[in-house]
């Protein structure tokens, strides 16, 4: 009898491994772990009612907590993402953003684009339009991905999220590691360049123009070239790709030798210092014809406060300035490099915006943000500071089924999401990922877009400093982020929607075309 009982215990065990190894593509944890995978969804399940005793509460987890990451699945796949009861948050936490709604909101007439698709918006600014750049760029969403470079992130996962951007309309950001097959399914594309000139190098590792041209001409789905000097995580840090990762595939994509380590420099040998650096922007966007920005880290400000006045001296400059705040991901980094060096966002943003103000430059950059800005609300705060858009990395690898396992470095990823292991990375279905990125994206805009209308705008960059108050966490007060971070933002152009879907510059031409 008992054998019996176990026969048939074993049989469904192995019926469903059978199921999700070769026919089951929408979970890839169950595909790449069998039973095992579905142990681990059953406590994700009852997750809430464990930690209500024992574990961490739904707000605690970093770096993303369990509501967040709920929020983020839930999008993604279609699912209830509403919140019932009431709020769990502590309002009198000091940090705690207030949305201030106004009395009577905007009401999108009938024939508003928003009514037709509320997942468009583009931005309110062009990229490239002050120095007249021959290519100048409207995205077509104020939500893209950030740079994550394609042997950090899976050939599965890039695939994903490239197809979700075209969906979407968004710009997909390469990341240092070049230009891979696996971004060329449709959506605008910044090309990213990092310190080993990967993809864009000679022989001997340095700086190839000609590259970099051949590169832009071959692609013409390329808008804009994003020179990377430091990202939040790991500002000032170089890094090293092991040979024993550099495939065929990976070694012609980054133009390295295959199975030798290569090196990225902490630094950039094109330039060493402001002039050298704004005359290297000047001669890739003369060149290409894209737009050219920066991103950074921001820890000490010296320089750019001299790379603001150069810019004003020399009309000459960056045409975008990514700004990665501290808090931002990475595939790896050590501890005191991650944990700080460089501002958190909020401050990053704060300091770095003050200075191009008091240059008259606000109007002339398109600042884009970083640093967990995937939610409506954080999202927001950055616009009413003076952002154009938002950069979202790790958000949108949970969006294609990223578990916060905190493996990536490790190339164990469980998901598949952060690996160069095929077998991991056979569970993920980029068509079925793509409709999720897009989801989330969609239902991230969406909320965004319906804050501004409770708050009577049009579009997220009218918000403005005194529609943001922060809990100070004593005696219940509040505060303007204007009395906080001590400046008013300087108010953006804005011709509205129906003009701005009109621009000639705008992005995102297949999800238009789908419109």
Known sequence: MLSSIWFWIVSILVLVAIRDVFFQKKHSITHNFPIVGHLRYWLEKIGPEIRQYIVANNREELPFNRQERSWIYASSKKDNNLQGFGSDQDFNAPGYIFIKNAMIGYNPPTDHPFNKNPGVMPAAKIMGEYHHRRRPYRPYSIINISGMSFGSLSAKAIESLNKGADLAGCFHNTGEGSLSPYHQNGADVILNIGTAYFGVRNVDGNFSMEKLKEKVEQNPFLRAIELKLSQGAKP????????????DEIAAIRLIPKGKDAMSPAFHTAFSNIPEMVKFIESMAEETGLPVGIKSAIGKLEQWEELAAYMVKTNSGPDFITIDGGE?????????????????????????????????????IFFIASGKLGF????????????????????????????????????????????????????????????????????????????????????????????????????????????????????????????IIKCPHLGGQNARNRL
């Open 328 to 364: 931002g991901g990475t595939g790896a980094a050590p501890h005191a490099f991650a944990d700080h060096v460089s501002m958190p966002f909020t401050f990053a943003f704060a300091k770095i915006y003050q200075i191009f103000q008091r240059h008259n430059l606000t109007d002339k």
């Open 236 to 247: 000032g840090k170089g890094g090293m790709l092991p040979g024993s990762k550099i495939n």
């Open 376 to 499: 409506a609300e954080k999202a927001l705060m950055a616009f009413a500071m003076g952002a154009d858009s938002i950069n979202i990395a790790r958000e949108a690898m949970m969006s294609i089924g990223c578990i916060q396992a905190q493996k990536c470095h490790t190339n164990h990823c469980p998901s598949g999401v952060a690996t160069s292991n095929k077998w991991l990375q056979a569970g993920i279905d980029p068509q079925l990922k793509s409709e999720r990125f897009y989801n989330y994206h969609r239902s991230l805009v969406k909320e965004i877009a319906e804050i501004s209308h409770a708050c009577g705008y049009e579009h997220p960059s009218q918000m403005t400093m005194e529609d943001i108050e922060l809990s100070m966490g004593d005696n219940n007060r509040t505060m303007s982020l204007t009395k906080t971070m001590g400046y008013h933002k300087n108010p953006i152009k804005y011709e509205g929607l129906e003009k």
